[in-house]
């Protein structure tokens, strides 16, 4: 099972999907609806820091799946198939 983030309520992987969420919402937001310059400025380097948060979640939870229950391991398919 996955690990509780110390001082919250959730699991790492809950909370790492969170923010994957949160930063792809901001990205559409500024694309959609227009950005600062200040924003704008940053934007290409949120996105490339998010695709990186993407492939590296996906890493961890494939990595650790070795460890996982079959319930687990049904999880993780479902929550990966609307992520990718």
Same mark, same amino acid.
Do not use: R
């Given at each position: ?5 110390? &001082?919250? !309520? ?11 969420? *949160?930063?792809?919402?901001? $990205? +559409?937001?500024?694309?959609?609806? &227009?950005a !600062? ?7 290409p380097?949120?996105?490339? *820091?998010?695709?990186?948060? $993407? +492939? ?27 992520t990718?």
């Amino acid at each position: 099972m996955a690990e509780q983030v110390p &001082g919250t !309520s959730g699991s790492y992987t809950e909370k790492t999907q969170d923010t994957i969420n *949160a930063l792809c919402d901001w $990205i +559409t937001d500024k694309t959609k609806n &227009g950005a !600062s310059s200040e924003e704008l400025a940053i934007l290409p380097e949120i996105a490339k *820091a998010t695709a990186s948060l $993407i +492939t590296a979640s996906k890493k961890l939870v494939f990595i650790s799946v070795t460890d996982c229950s079959v319930k687990d391991f049904v999880h993780l398919t479902k929550f990966f198939s609307c992520t990718s």
